[in-house]
C-alpha cells in the first residue's frame, strides 16, 4: 500500500515549526505561536516564508512563540491556513474566523504602509523650517488613511527633492475624485505628472493615460 503523501507546503511547515516549539505535536504546536502585529513591505517581490518556504513573496509578517524567543517571518496565507496560530484584534481579543483574521492581517499591512510613507516626511519636516505645518497638516491626513491632492503631493514630492530626502512616490496615493483635483492634474508639467502617475492606482492610470502629457 503506498502512504498518502501530505501536501509538500505542510509538511515543510511541520519540518520548520516543530524545532522551534515545545510540543512535538503540530497541531499543537502551532497553538504556540501569535502573531507579532509586526509587519515588512519590502516593495518587491523578495523574500520567501520561514514557515512553508514559499518564495516571491512582499511582505513579511512575524510570528512569535509564546513560550519562547524564537519567531518566524512568514507569508499571511500561512497564518490564515494554520487557524491554530493566534491573532489579536485591536482589542487585545484572539480572533477565530479567517476574515476577522484576514482584518487584522491587512490592518496591520495597511498601518505599515502609512508609516513607510510617512518617514520622508518626517525628515522633510525637521529639515524644512518654512513649510513644518504644511507637511504636518498633510502628514496627519495620510496617517488618516486619505489620498492627496496632485498639487499638494507635487509640492511635498519637490520638497523632498530639494532636500536630498529619498523616498518612493509609489507610497503615497494620489485624490481624483472631484473637478478640482483631476484639473490640477492634466495642468502640471510632464515631470510633475511622471511622479504623480506612480502614485495613481490602476484604475485611476487607466482613465487618465491618453490625458497625461508624456506617453504611458
Known sequence: MVKE????WLEKSIENILPLSISNEFSVAF????????????GHVCVECQLCEHDELRYHYKINNEFTNNSLWVG???????????????NSEAVTSKDDRRKVLER???????????????RLWR?????RDYI?????????NNSIS???LNVLFISLQDFNIDFKPENYSVNLRDSFNQHQLLHMNEES???IWKTMSSQQRSKYKHKMKFKT
Open 5 to 8: 503523501r501530505v501536501n509538500p
Open 31 to 42: 497553538s504556540e505561536w501569535l502573531f507579532s502585529g509586526e509587519v515588512v513591505d519590502y
Open 76 to 90: 499571511s496565507s500561512c497564518i490564515l491556513r494554520f487557524e491554530e496560530i493566534v491573532v489579536f484584534n485591536e
Open 108 to 122: 496591520a499591512l495597511k498601518a505599515k504602509q502609512i508609516d513607510i510613507s510617512l518617514e520622508p516626511l518626517r
Open 127 to 131: 529639515a524644512n523650517f518654512e513649510r
Open 136 to 144: 504636518h497638516y498633510h502628514a496627519e491626513e495620510i496617517k488618516n
Open 150 to 152: 496632485p498639487d499638494a
Open 193 to 195: 505628472q511622471k511622479l
